[in-house]
């Protein structure tokens, strides 16, 4: 149980377009997803928080205009990397957390973004 | 204000020896501590978690972990290291609702 999904797993694009990512809960419902990035040999970095029908908390320093996020259901959260550059090339990951166990977060395999 | 240290960047021991990694935490509100193991270019795997109760968790992989409150450490041990343990391991608090995660350390396993 507590499976996350991502996809795409690997994405190459080029400088300029947009980007979705996709994070589903597979089979439980998750009241909340998080999206972090990780940059090589570092560690995560939060992004934003979501919350299924409400509009994302970012952190402070992520461009809102830049990361659309939308949590349109209790299963699918995306994150809208728009106009790609080659600085956004990272690894992208979120998670996601059940009503009923909000202090352990299920986490996504991952998606490795290259903007070319 | 809350934060997560782990001590050591790298980490290397010889297949067979006893792994320790090091992770000091603050926290204004009790913590839920975890450990978390990455392979390259996957996600995160939850190896254990302290919540409340017992301080010694066990988790897969044979990893366990002490949650003590008066050091306020959550290091990470392996009796023997094997081959496959070596991997990056960050570990994380959440104290609210925010988890915070460590630097991270990668541990290297000689043979």
């Known amino acids: 149980g507590a499976v996350v999904s991502q996809h795409p797993s690997r994405v190459i694009c080029k400088s300029g377009t947009s980007v979705k990512i996709e994070c589903r809960s597979l089979?439980?419902?998750?009241?909340?997803m998080f999206w972090y990035r990780q940059f090589p040999k570092k560690s995560l970095m939060l992004m934003a928080t979501?919350?299924?029908?409400?509009?994302?908390?970012?952190e402070q320093g992520v461009e809102k205009d830049k990361f659309l996020i939308n949590h349109a259901s209790l299963t699918l959260s995306t994150l809208t990397v728009t106009s790609a550059h080659p600085e956004d090339s990272s690894f992208y990951i979120c998670?996601?957390?059940?009503?009923?166990?909000?202090?352990?977060?299920?986490f996504g395999p991952g998606t490795r973004l290259t903007v070319l | 204000a809350q934060s997560v240290t782990q001590l050591g960047s790298h980490v290397s021991v010889s297949e067979g020896a006893l792994v320790l990694l090091r992770c000091n935490y603050s926290?204004?509100?009790?913590?839920?501590l975890f450990w978390y193991v990455q392979y390259p270019n996957q996600g995160l795997q939850l190896l254990l978690k302290?919540?409340?109760?017992?301080?010694l968790v066990k988790g897969i992989n044979g990893f366990e972990a002490e949650f003590k409150k008066s050091e306020t450490s959550f290091h990470l041990t392996k009796p023997s290291a094997h081959m496959s343990d070596a991997a990056e391991y960050f570990c994380?608090?959440?104290?609210?609702?925010?988890?915070?995660f460590g630097a991270g350390t990668r541990l290297f396993v000689k043979a």
């Open positions: 998670s996601a957390v059940s009503e009923g166990a909000i202090n352990e977060q299920f």
């Open positions: 089979d439980f419902q998750a009241t909340t």
């Open positions: 302290y919540t409340t109760g017992a301080t």
């Open positions: 926290s204004s509100v009790p913590p839920y």
């Open positions: 994380a608090l959440t104290g609210g609702f925010k988890t915070i």
């Open positions: 979501s919350n299924e029908g409400s509009k994302a908390t970012y």
